[in-house]
C-alpha cells in the first residue's frame, strides 16, 4: 500500500512538472522570436483570439472578407483610413490571381466591403506574393501575439535590406501616439525584429 502510494505521488509530480514544462514552452513559443511560435499557426491564434484588440479582431476579418470578395484574393496591404462618410474603414490592397489588384474600402468591423475597384497600374508589391508562405492574417496575428494589447494599424509587404520578402506590422498601445513596426519572414513567420514606426 505504501509503495502503490509513493509510485502515485511520483506520478502526480512528474505529471504537474511536465503540465508546467509544456505551460511555459507553449507560453514562451507566442512570444518568441524563434520557430516555436511559426510552427503552430493555431496555437499562436488560439493563445488568444480573446486576448486580441478589437482593432486586431477587425482587421482579421477584414482581411478574409477581402480576400472572399476577390477571385484567387490575396491581400498584402491594410491600413485604417477614414472612409467618405467619416467613418473608420479598412484600406486594403488585394491581389487577384498573383497579378490584378483591387483596392477594398471594408468596413471597421471587417463584415462588409464599402468599396472596391481595379487598380489598372498594380504596385510592384504584387510580384513579391510569389515568395510568400505566411499570409498577412497569420503575419498579424503572429506581431499581435508579440505585441500583446496593442491595436494594429497597418500591415505591409516588402523586402528587407538583404532582400527577403517581409511583412511589416504596425502597432500600437492604446492611446499613445507612436508605434511600433513588427518586421517577420513573409516565407517563415520568424520575428526579425521590432524599430519604430514612422
Known amino acids: 500500500m505504501v509503495r502503490n502510494t509513493a509510485k502515485c505521488v511520483l506520478f502526480v509530480a512528474a505529471s504537474a512538472t511536465l503540465g508546467l514544462t509544456a505551460c511555459s ?13 511559426t510552427h503552430s499557426p493555431s496555437g499562436s491564434a488560439s493563445a488568444g483570439a480573446s486576448a486580441l484588440t478589437a482593432s486586431v479582431r477587425g482587421a482579421l476579418k477584414a482581411l478574409d472578407t477581402a480576400d ?5 484574393g490575396q491581400s498584402f ?10 467613418s473608420p474603414v479598412w484600406d486594403i490592397k488585394t491581389a487577384s490571381n498573383g497579378k490584378d489588384q483591387y483596392n477594398l474600402s471594408v468596413s471597421e468591423d471587417g463584415a462588409k466591403v464599402v468599396n472596391k475597384r481595379q487598380d489598372m497600374t498594380p504596385d ?9 508562405r505566411i499570409p498577412a492574417q497569420e503575419a498579424v496575428k503572429l506581431a499581435a501575439g508579440h ?3 496593442e491595436d494594429l494599424k497597418s500591415i505591409e509587404i ?12 504596425s502597432t500600437v498601445k492604446p492611446g499613445a501616439q507612436n508605434g511600433t513596426e513588427t518586421i517577420l519572414d513573409a516565407r517563415s513567420g520568424k520575428l526579425l525584429g521590432d ?4
Open 147 to 149: 505585441r500583446q494589447g
Open 77 to 86: 496591404d491594410l491600413e485604417k483610413e477614414t472612409g467618405t462618410g467619416g
Open 68 to 72: 472572399r470578395d476577390v477571385p484567387g
Open 195 to 198: 524599430k519604430a514606426a514612422d
Open 124 to 132: 510592384d508589391d504584387v510580384a513579391k506574393l510569389k515568395d510568400v
Open 158 to 169: 516588402d523586402r528587407n535590406s538583404t532582400g527577403a520578402t517581409v511583412w511589416q506590422v
Open 25 to 37: 514552452g507553449s507560453d514562451s513559443g507566442t512570444k518568441s522570436s524563434g520557430a516555436t511560435g
